[in-house]
């Protein structure tokens, strides 16, 4: 059953690598290019899906010092903190679900859940509400960043993949756990555990962020602009971002 405990047991299972990752990997060119358009060094910025602190050790280190880092996974969220202390880095890090996040409206600058965390929340509701609570906790002026996969920008390999997928939940022949066209589960490399994700189109994405109250800034396929370093795509493969405001009409 792909439940928060599901979800937990595959977070906790890579924590390691994610704590790898805060020195290996740091920032992406295209996470860089965000940033420094975007961002204030005196904005209040809360990083869901913070893992072990990849995006807020980075973000802190370039003069982000309103930053609190969040994750449902307590091992993320232990390893996180350990490296702080070890970095001279004074950041509350805490453990939360991005569908009750802990903060009043209109709290943060930025909200940002980066890596395509948004996507592994299981059922289109669920997102829904997660996305409804960024935007609620988000200032009127600030923004939303997360990014996803694009079933439409993966090439010809995966247009066959999507349309075998068709043609498996067109005779109801899908993994029994999933729960909509575009679920799937994949193996992480570095811990060799499964994990679901759901992989949208940007049509998709468009409609959820209209129907949550938000308006898209900007949104880009980060291999349409930027060459990541081989560590960077070891780490991650391609995906689009999503820069996203506050609708007037909210």
């Given amino acids: 059953m792909i439940d928060q405990e599901y979800l937990r047991d595959s977070f906790d299972a890579v924590a390691p690598s994610y704590g790898a990752a805060v020195d290996e990997v740091g920032l992406w060119q295209s996470e860089h290019y965000v940033i420094d358009r975007y961002f204030h060094t005196d904005d209040s910025i809360l990083d869901i899906g913070c893992g ?40 509350t890090f805490l453990e939360g679900d991005c569908e009750r996040i802990p903060f009043p409206d209109e709290t943060y ?62 005779h109801g022949e899908q993994d029994a756990r999933l729960f909509e066209f575009g679920d ?8 060799n555990e499964e994990y679901f994700i759901h992989i949208p189109d940007c049509d998709e994405i468009k409609t959820l962020i209209s129907a ?14 930027f060459n990541e370093t081989a560590a960077v795509q070891d780490f991650s493969s391609d995906c689009r971002f999503w820069i996203v405001g506050k609708s007037s009409e909210a």
């Avoid at 449902?72 to 996180?80: D, N, P, R, V, W």
């Fill in 52 to 91: 072990a602190g990849r995006t807020t050790f980075a973000l802190y280190a370039e003069g982000y010092h309103r930053i609190i880092g969040m994750d449902l996974s307590t091992k993320m969220i232990e390893l996180a903190t350990a490296m702080g202390t070890r970095k001279s880095m004074p950041i």
């Fill in 109 to 170: 600058d930025v909200v940002m859940f980066s890596f395509n965390g948004l996507m592994q929340i299981p059922e289109h509701q669920h997102r829904a509400t997660a996305l409804k609570e960024m935007l609620r906790v988000v200032r009127p002026q600030g923004m939303v960043v997360f990014t996803t996969h694009d079933r439409d920008s993966g090439g010809k390999e995966f247009d066959e993949f999507w349309k075998r997928e068709r043609c498996t939940w067109a």
């Fill in 184 to 191: 799937i589960f994949a193996i992480d490399p570095s811990a």
């Fill in 212 to 225: 949550c109250g938000g308006t898209v800034i900007e949104t880009f396929m980060r291999s349409s602009r």
